[in-house]
């Protein structure tokens, strides 16, 4: 670097080694994944995968805020790489009541306006968890108490996304059913807040039982209706 | 023990006996010095903030402060796992090791241009606002504004303060760097100029396309470009930060120049090519295109080429330094050379996740732990002890206070971070084991309750580290207060305030240049 001119050049070098990794590692995968469109059934108007509700999408930044994705991840690698299949977290009923077991693919995740695929099991893969919780009130619980249903756990409790309140009148009717140690003092009722709600609707949306066939290698898929 | 830190009297205070240096020196003290304050200050939060999330992580333990601290994160969402955690690694990124690393990169491209600063108004006020982003965003990570997104947990407003306060010490380093003396070109400017060029790349692209303006519909792509941000930050930012210190400090404090010179431009080039697609241990088995995985994989496979060359010189540097002095050279010494050793420990940690079938056994385990610890605290902390015992003695003509509180720190660092890093390794390995059992009975739980106790023992070993740190933080802090005291009085009292052996400042031979 003793003159400017030699400057330049280790400078031009220095860019094009960044360049190198940038369109290597984030400009391709995006040109070939970033524009995803759903799949759209011959002689019909449905589409896969479909988008969740908008409560399920405020229900993302309660994800995120609270940091749900330093322990629990959302892709199932395929039977060849890893357990994931094994641990079942790949296996969801679809519409007919049959079992879809698969892995994730880059589709799965175009309605998401953020996506969690997270980088540590301290918890269960989440990819298909509203198929092992179907219903809010189980997943209240869980929220609220862990332990209660699983005594090993090591996920906390989320007290603080739920209300303890006066009963007046009839109890909620989203009011959660606790076993004595927990449950709320005579007269009060636990309920869960807002932001509890619209997380539970974002946990209830992940489920992937639908099949996403033509896309197994991750390749674009031409919807039929623009094949000649 | 007794020759790991020879202690004795500078004869003549520590000022740089090359009158250029002291010039540098003394231009850049208090830029240089408010970093290092704010980002020990930041590293005792950062610290008491993992230990407290890191006991989090096995809750049926019964001791008992543990219980106050299930009841805090039960009950307030401000200290529930998920935001004390990521609060805590910013904290120890962006508040610790990025504003150090401000301040080694301002002194270091002071001293290798040999020109006194310009501007320190400039720099002073870029050093404040980045402490005020990093002080934003911690806020807003605890009030529930956290954006999830692993190392860019920081809200979009604390975002732009920060890169805001960098683009006026970018601003700062092009003028003093166009201001260089001519011929004083060393090796350490060409990892100092990688280090500032990525960083606002890397954090402008990252804040940008996922937190400010994120693109709906764009998926899997988001997750992508943050396992490119997150790597950056290890590989293009910290680590070319931390090989600039060591390759001129250590031929500096050792007095003969570096082993294997010529190879450092290989070394050089071959890690800025290969070092950042380590990114791609984040993607292995999941939705994206395998032959991006596939080529990653082998290029990132390549990086030992760089950690073989740079570990070489480094530390058969230190090693025939040492075999010429006779001691390992002062209080400085054994933290560069361990930072050196470091730095090939987690070039080794990212080559096993290079590996294809361990890359599947590791990746969502606490291993993943392992490597961050290693750039972050085993790599890169180690470096910026090494300098702040180094520099600061430099910048306010003071010897630190006590050589025995320094030999605790050494040891108890090396033994804290070689125990975190030989649990989170087993214990990521166990866990692992646990959740790819082919037995499809085994489930979730087990793999908890083979976790649990590598993380208890983890919990353990950061409270160690802790430890450490707090009593360097004290040590800087009864120096400062010393200083002031003689500053007020005025008098010296010679051989009651220097306990560092004096290194010399006759300016090693550099090695050959970097200009392609």
């Given at each position: 670097?003793?003159?400017?001119?030699?400057?330049?050049?280790?400078?031009?070098?220095?860019?094009?080694?960044?360049?190198?990794?940038?369109?290597?590692?984030?400009?391709?995968?995006?040109?070939?994944?970033?524009?995803?469109?759903?799949?759209?059934?011959?002689?019909?108007?449905?589409?896969?995968?479909?988008?969740?509700?908008?409560?399920?999408?405020?229900?993302?930044?309660?994800?995120?805020?609270?940091?749900?994705a330093y322990c629990h991840t959302q892709q199932v690698r395929p039977a060849t790489s890893g357990a994931d299949i094994i641990r079942?977290w790949?296996?969801?009923?679809?519409?007919?009541?049959?079992?879809?077991?698969?892995r994730s693919?880059?589709?799965?995740?175009?309605?998401?306006?953020?996506?969690?695929l997270g980088n540590s099991r301290d918890g269960a893969d989440?990819?298909?968890?509203?198929?092992?919780?179907?219903?809010?009130?189980?997943?209240?619980?869980?929220?609220?108490?862990?332990?209660?249903?699983?005594?090993?756990?090591s996920?906390?409790?989320?007290?603080?996304?739920?209300?303890?309140?006066?009963?007046?009148?009839?109890?909620?009717?989203?009011?959660?059913?606790?076993?004595?140690?927990?449950?709320?003092?005579?007269?009060?009722?636990?309920?869960?807040?807002?932001?509890?709600?619209?997380?539970?609707?974002?946990?209830?949306?992940?489920?992937?039982?639908?099949?996403?066939?033509?896309?197994?290698?991750?390749?674009?898929?031409?919807?039929?209706?623009?094949?000649? | 023990?007794?020759?790991?830190?020879?202690?004795?009297?500078?004869?003549?205070?520590?000022?740089?006996?090359?009158?250029?240096?002291?010039?540098?020196?003394?231009?850049?003290?208090?830029?240089?010095?408010?970093?290092?304050?704010?980002?020990?200050?930041?590293?005792?939060?950062?610290?008491?903030?993992?230990?407290?999330?890191s006991?989090?992580t096995?809750?049926?333990?019964?001791?008992?402060?543990?219980?106050?601290?299930?009841?805090?994160?039960?009950?307030?969402?401000?200290?529930?796992?998920?935001?004390?955690w990521?609060?805590?690694i910013?904290?120890?990124?962006?508040?610790?090791?990025?504003?150090?690393?401000?301040?080694?990169?301002?002194?270091?491209?002071?001293?290798?241009?040999?020109?006194?600063?310009?501007?320190?108004?400039?720099?002073?006020?870029?050093?404040?606002?980045?402490?005020?982003?990093?002080?934003?965003?911690?806020?807003?990570?605890?009030?529930?504004?956290?954006?999830?997104?692993e190392l860019?947990?920081?809200?979009?407003?604390?975002?732009?303060?920060?890169?805001?306060?960098?683009?006026?010490?970018?601003?700062?380093?092009?003028?003093?760097?166009?201001?260089?003396?001519?011929?004083?070109?060393?090796?350490?400017?060409?990892?100092?100029?990688?280090?500032?060029?990525?960083?606002?790349?890397?954090?402008?692209?990252?804040?940008?396309?996922?937190?400010?303006?994120?693109?709906?519909?764009?998926?899997?792509?988001?997750e992508l470009?943050d396992a490119w941000?997150v790597h950056?930050?290890y590989t293009?930012?910290?680590?070319?930060?931390?090989?600039?210190?060591?390759?001129?400090?250590?031929?500096?404090?050792?007095?003969?120049?570096?082993?294997?010179?010529?190879?450092?431009?290989?070394?050089?080039?071959?890690?800025?090519?290969f070092a950042p697609w380590t990114a791609v241990h984040d993607l292995v088995g999941g939705p994206f295109?395998a032959?991006t995985v596939t080529?990653g994989l082998i290029l990132s496979g390549l990086i030992f080429?760089?950690v073989?060359?740079?570990?070489?010189?480094?530390?058969?540097?230190?090693?025939?330094?040492?075999?010429?002095?006779?001691?390992?050279?002062?209080?400085?010494?054994?933290?560069?050379?361990?930072?050196?050793?470091a730095?090939v420990v987690a070039g080794l940690s990212e080559q096993l996740l290079s590996i294809r079938s361990a890359n599947e056994l590791l990746r969502f385990t606490m291993f993943r732990e392992c490597n961050c610890f290693l750039w972050v605290y085993g790599f890169?902390?180690?470096?910026?002890?090494?300098?702040?015992?180094?520099?600061?003695?430099?910048?306010?003509?003071?010897?630190?206070?006590?050589?025995?509180?320094?030999?605790?720190?050494?040891?108890?660092?090396?033994?804290?971070i070689l125990l975190v890093i030989a649990m989170l390794c087993f214990g990521g390995v166990m866990q692992g084991n646990t959740l790819e059992n082919p037995d499809?009975?085994v489930t979730i739980?087990t793999a908890t309750d083979v976790s649990i106790s590598f993380h208890i023992a983890a919990?353990?070993c950061i409270?160690?580290?802790?430890?450490?740190?707090?009593?360097?933080?004290?040590?800087?802090?009864?120096?400062?207060?010393?200083?002031?005291?003689?500053?007020?009085?005025?008098?010296?009292?010679?051989?009651?305030?220097?306990?560092?052996?004096?290194?010399?400042?006759?300016?090693?031979?550099?090695?050959?240049?970097?200009?392609?």
């Open positions: 670097m003793n003159s400017m001119s030699n400057f330049r050049s280790f400078f031009g070098l220095l860019l094009v080694a960044f360049l190198f990794t940038w369109v290597g590692l984030v400009v391709f995968p995006w040109l070939e994944l970033g524009h995803l469109a759903p799949i759209q059934d011959e002689g019909s108007t449905d589409i896969t995968p479909w988008d969740s509700s908008g409560t399920a999408h405020a229900g993302e930044h309660v994800y995120a805020a609270n940091g749900c079942g790949g296996t969801a009923k679809d519409e007919d009541g049959k079992d879809v077991t698969r693919y880059p589709r799965d995740y175009i309605w998401q306006g953020q996506v969690f989440l990819s298909n968890v509203a198929q092992r919780f179907p219903d809010a009130a189980g997943l209240y619980r869980y929220l609220y108490d862990p332990y209660v249903l699983n005594p090993h756990s996920m906390p409790a989320y007290h603080f996304l739920f209300i303890t309140q006066k009963i007046s009148g009839q109890p909620s009717r989203d009011a959660l059913v606790l076993p004595e140690a927990d449950a709320a003092p005579a007269g009060y009722e636990i309920v869960p807040t807002a932001q509890a709600k619209s997380l539970v609707a974002y946990l209830l949306s992940l489920k992937k039982g639908y099949h996403l066939k033509p896309d197994e290698a991750g390749i674009p898929y031409v919807p039929p209706s623009t094949k000649s | 023990m007794a020759t790991l830190f020879p202690t004795t009297v500078a004869p003549r205070g520590f000022v740089s006996t090359d009158p250029e240096l002291a010039a540098v020196d003394a231009s850049v003290r208090w830029p240089v010095m408010v970093c290092f304050l704010t980002a020990v200050h930041w590293m005792v939060v950062g610290t008491f903030l993992l230990v407290y999330a006991s989090l096995h809750p049926q333990d019964s001791f008992p402060i543990l219980g106050l601290f299930i009841d805090l994160s039960n009950n307030f969402s401000m200290f529930t796992y998920g935001r004390v990521p609060a805590a910013d904290a120890l990124v962006y508040g610790w090791a990025s504003t150090a690393g401000l301040g080694l990169a301002i002194w270091l491209l002071a001293r290798t241009t040999r020109a006194p600063a310009c501007a320190p108004a400039a720099l002073m006020t870029a050093v404040v606002f980045w402490n005020l982003g990093v002080a934003i965003g911690l806020i807003g990570i605890f009030l529930g504004d956290s954006t999830g997104i860019l947990e920081f809200p979009t407003y604390a975002s732009w303060v920060l890169w805001l306060a960098y683009a006026l010490f970018a601003l700062w380093s092009v003028a003093t760097y166009l201001g260089r003396r001519p011929g004083h070109d060393h090796i350490a400017q060409a990892w100092l100029l990688v280090a500032l060029f990525a960083f606002p790349w890397l954090y402008g692209a990252g804040s940008i396309l996922l937190s400010s303006h994120p693109m709906p519909g764009s998926g899997v792509i988001q470009i941000y950056g930050i293009l930012w910290l680590a070319p930060l931390g090989l600039g210190l060591l390759y001129y400090l250590i031929p500096k404090i050792s007095g003969i120049s570096i082993r294997f010179g010529s190879k450092a431009k290989i070394a050089f080039w071959t890690w800025i090519i295109p032959e080529v080429i760089p073989a060359l740079i570990g070489m010189s480094l530390i058969s540097t230190a090693f025939t330094a040492e075999d010429k002095q006779g001691h390992h050279g002062g209080v400085v010494f054994p933290f560069l050379v361990l930072a050196a050793v730095f890169f902390s180690f470096v910026v002890f090494g300098s702040i015992y180094y520099i600061v003695p430099r910048l306010l003509d003071f010897g630190w206070r006590s050589a025995l509180l320094v030999r605790i720190h050494y040891y108890t660092s090396l033994y804290g499809a009975q739980v919990t353990m409270s160690l580290i802790a430890i450490g740190n707090g009593i360097f933080a004290l040590h800087l802090g009864w120096m400062l207060i010393d200083w002031l005291r003689l500053r007020v009085r005025g008098n010296r009292l010679a051989a009651e305030i220097l306990l560092e052996p004096y290194e010399g400042d006759a300016p090693a031979k550099t090695t050959k240049e970097m200009a392609a």
